[in-house]
């Protein structure tokens, strides 16, 4: 009888859309059960090598300048080379209330795979909400990383948000599908410049 639930489960979530295509990144969306928001992945091959990207990733300052929407964003504790907790305020389009959340970052390599996984969830509770931002309390982040010959790295990010406060999920939905593909852009501009250096 459990396997049968299981099965009959499995069979019932939805599957992965792919929803926009540019500059060789790829966006798909698939319904989530018991809620108008859906969640998002995205995924891309970058020009640097796998180290590269994990510290670009844990440059929680850097992030202002590849990550869409992202008003600021600063550490709040480094609890070692590989886990951090950060805060983020993300800007939105007036009449929409900006959103803040804190990240609980996590570098995970596996011992006998070249993969490495970065989950990167919201927590609450970390620190206080403030007066005109919404908190997002919800909020699934998790890179992987597969790294590829000559110094590349395919990644593949998901996210599955609750962003809390009023805001319709039409416009939720619209701006998981533009993020992510100005995200990338970014962080492969980033990423060149560092080469540069």
């Not at 639930?5 to 989530?32: F, M, N, P």
């Not at 440059?59 to 550490?75: F, G, I, P, Q």
């Not at 990167?120 to 982040?141: D, E, F, K, Q």
Request: hydrophobic content about 40%; overall charge positive.
């Amino acid at each position: 009888m459990a396997l049968s639930l299981c099965v009959t489960h499995s069979l019932a979530q939805a599957e992965w859309r792919r929803v926009a295509t540019r500059d060789g990144i790829k966006v798909y969306a698939k319904a989530v059960p018991d809620s108008k928001i859906k969640a998002m992945k995205a995924e891309c091959v970058l020009d640097a090598g796998l180290e590269e990207v994990i510290g670009l990733l844990l440059d929680v300052r850097a992030a202002e300048r590849w990550v869409c929407h992202t008003k600021s964003c600063r550490l709040i504790k480094r609890v070692s080379d590989t886990e951090l907790f950060y805060h983020t305020e993300v800007s939105l389009p007036w009449p929409l209330d900006n959103r803040d959340f804190v990240t609980h970052l996590r570098v995970i390599r596996g011992e006998n795979t070249p993969v490495v996984t970065i989950e990167a969830p919201a927590v609450p509770g970390v620190m206080p909400v403030r007066g005109g931002i919404v908190r997002i309390s919800t909020s699934i982040n998790r890179w992987t990383l597969h790294p590829l010959p000559d110094a590349r790295v395919r990644v593949e990010y998901t996210l599955q948000v609750d962003p809390g406060g009023h805001i319709p999920a039409h416009v939720v939905n619209m701006f998981a599908c533009r993020a992510p593909i100005e995200t990338f852009q970014n962080m492969r501009k980033v990423l060149a410049e560092r080469k540069g250096d």
